[in-house]
C-alpha cells in the first residue's frame, strides 16, 4: 500500500513541476491535478500491481494501455475544468511522460 501512496505523491510533485514550467498559476488548476491524480494514478497503480501479481496481459502493452487511459482522462480535466491558458492534449501528454519517467528513476534508484 505505502508503494502507491509514493508513487501518488511522486506523481503530484513531478506533475506540479511540470505546470509550473509550463505557467500554470491559478491554484484551483493544481487542485485539479492532485485530484485528477487521485482518480487515474490509484487505479493505474493497482492495475500494474495486479498484472504483476497474475501476469494477464504483456508488460509493455500493460503499461501502454493504463497510460493512454491516463493521459485521455486527464485531458478531459484539463480540457474542461482548467483554469489557465494551456494546450490540454500537450498538456496532458508532457505531465504523464514526465511522471511516467519520474517512476522509472525512482525504481532504479530505490
Known sequence: MSGIVIALLLTIIIE???LCLLKVRKKEDYLLMVLVNVVT????NVLY?????YNII?????????????VLIEWKYIKDYMKSDVRPVL????????SFLGGIIWNMLF
Open 49 to 53: 500491481q495486479l498484472n504483476l501479481h
Open 41 to 44: 494514478n490509484i487505479p493505474a
Open 58 to 70: 504483456n508488460r509493455w502493452l500493460r503499461m501502454a494501455l493504463i497510460e493512454i487511459a491516463v
Open 91 to 98: 498538456t496532458a501528454v508532457m505531465v504523464n511522460v514526465a
Open 16 to 18: 506540479s513541476a511540470v
